[in-house]
């Protein structure tokens, strides 16, 4: 079963036609890696998948988009939303909120947990998954915003796998992020990925090489070329594909 | 990544290729005219050649892999770097076995050959003609001109029956040409293994140009 699928997928701005068309499968526990241009329409159909994108007025969205097989259009927002997860392309961390709140708001609000003990166990967990447990044990109630961009990106991060959700949409998640903390959130993904399925944005194509399954190509809102990332990478079928890994783009 | 340099160092790393390819051509040729005429310095030469062929691989691996490192090869790139590690040292071993065949020719320039040679240079001349079939598809990016390769493979190994068939029945006449007929058995069976290697470096061009996997036997 797939994780997600998108059929006949169409988002406009007003006027403007962002994503053409675009129909794919996303196979349930595996990275699954987007890529192409600025501006191409990766952080729209990220959030698309989780109708955030409703939330702004002028976007109209045709076609459909699945969960596990059920049309999300039938859902509520909110449910879906704790299904799937997301962290955005920039750091956005609850300013007033400490660091131990961050985390521990999501699974409050949803009730995932019955006892303070418990969600002191899940927030340490969901800090440790997202590598930031060391830097911060010893400042939980700090204010998120004292944060480097980086650690706040991290704590975005734990913040959504707080939530447990089935599917987790990271858009961008380690720009901002040194090599070693870019390391440990890339062996995260790869070992979350046995629970969950997890959709990537990267501009690093070496990102999209070392974690992802499947690698999705996409140019000026139109799904150009999808497969296996290995065949991507060595073997692209397509001629636009080839130019942009290859650096000979535009 | 900066695309002008990565380019400047494929093409440099393909005229490496193409001056092994040469030195290839030359190693397998003089090997055999160093055979025909019994001509040591003809066999020196190929021992040159070798040599030669040794410190070019070497460049050229060593190229690929810092370029491999540095710039993170992918598609075309990648399936280029491949292609042509595997292509060098598919043409390095070629002269380690042409090598081999001036070795015999140094072994016994006194005696006159058993018999002349006809089917050996016709295989070695198919041969080159392999190779150069190879190298324009290197320098020209097209495949069309190693289509040929599983046949003139083919015909190498049917000349090399033939050959085996005709040494066994002088070796029966005349058990004294024993030793001597099976220096010109290994001579044949060494261009046999030298038109497989070339073949199969054929076949990595074409994926290397089309992403299409070609076998060869
Ligand atoms: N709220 C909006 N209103 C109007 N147009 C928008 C809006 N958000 C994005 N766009 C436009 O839609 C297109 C796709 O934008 P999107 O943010 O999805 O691109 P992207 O692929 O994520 O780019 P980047 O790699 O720079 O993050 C762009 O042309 C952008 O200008
Ligand atoms: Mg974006």
Redesign the pocket.
């Known amino acids: 079963m797939n994780a997600i699928e998108t059929i006949n997928l169409n988002v406009y701005?007003?006027e403007?036609h962002?994503i053409k068309n675009i129909t794919m499968n996303i196979p349930k526990n595996v990275v699954f890696t987007i890529m192409?241009?600025?501006?191409?329409?990766?952080?729209?159909?990220?959030?698309s998948f989780n109708r955030l994108l409703e939330l702004?007025e002028?976007?109209r969205i045709t076609g459909d988009i699945k969960l596990f097989g059920e049309s999300i259009f039938d859902m509520d927002p909110r449910e879906l939303r704790k299904r799937v997860g997301m962290v955005f392309?920039q750091p956005n961390p609850f300013p007033h909120l400490s660091i131990y709140d961050n985390v521990a708001i999501g699974p409050k609000l949803n009730r995932l947990v019955e006892s303070k003990e418990e969600l002191d166990k899940l927030v340490e967990w969901a800090l440790k998954k997202a590598a930031l447990w060391d830097e911060v044990k010893d400042r939980l109630n700090d204010p998120a915003t004292k944060l480097s961009g980086g650690q706040q990106q991290r704590l975005c991060i734990a913040r959504a796998l707080a939530i447990k959700p089935e599917v987790l949409l990271l858009?961008?998640p380690t720009s901002a992020l040194d090599p070693v903390s870019t390391a440990k959130i890339e062996s995260l993904l790869i070992e979350l990925k046995k629970s969950y399925t997890i959709v990537l944005?990267t501009?690093n194509m070496q990102q999209a090489a070392r974690v992802g399954d499947y690698t999705a190509f996409?140019l000026d809102?139109e799904l150009i070329e999808v497969g296996e990332t290995s065949q991507i990478f060595e073997n692209p079928r397509d001629r636009r594909t080839e130019e942009y890994i290859t650096g000979r783009f535009g | 990544m900066p695309r002008e340099v990565l380019d400047r160092i494929i093409e440099d790393i393909r005229n490496d290729v193409l001056k092994l390819s040469d030195v290839t051509k030359k190693a397998v040729y003089f090997s055999i005219e160093a055979l025909k005429e019994k001509n040591v310095e003809k066999a020196d030469m190929v021992y040159r050649l070798e040599e030669e062929s040794d410190l070019l691989n070497l460049d050229i691996e060593n190229k690929i892999l810092s370029a491999a490192a540095r710039y993170h090869p992918v598609a075309g790139d990648l399936r280029f770097f491949h292609a042509m590690m595997k292509v060098s040292s598919n043409y390095e071993r070629i002269c380690d076995l042409a090598q081999k065949i001036a070795e015999f020719v140094k072994k016994s320039a006194e005696k006159p050959l058993i018999k002349p040679l006809i089917d050996i240079p016709k295989m070695r001349d198919i041969i080159i003609e392999m190779i150069e079939q190879n190298e324009y598809a290197i320098k020209n990016h097209t495949t069309e001109p190693t289509n040929s390769l599983q046949n003139m493979d083919d015909k190498i190994d049917m000349l090399y029956e033939q050959i085996f068939n005709e040494l066994v029945g002088i070796m029966v006449k005349d058990p004294k040409t024993v030793p001597d007929a099976i220096d010109l058995l290994f001579v044949a069976r060494y261009l046999e293994r030298i038109g497989d290697i070339v073949a199969k470096s054929g076949a990595r061009i074409v994926y290397m140009i089309e992403g299409r996997r070609v076998w060869i036997k």
Request: glycine letters at 20%; proline letters at 4%; hydrophobic letters at 25%.
């Open positions: 701005y007003g403007k962002v192409g241009p600025s501006g191409c329409g990766k952080s729209t159909l990220l959030r702004n002028t976007a392309q858009d961008e944005v501009h996409i809102g």
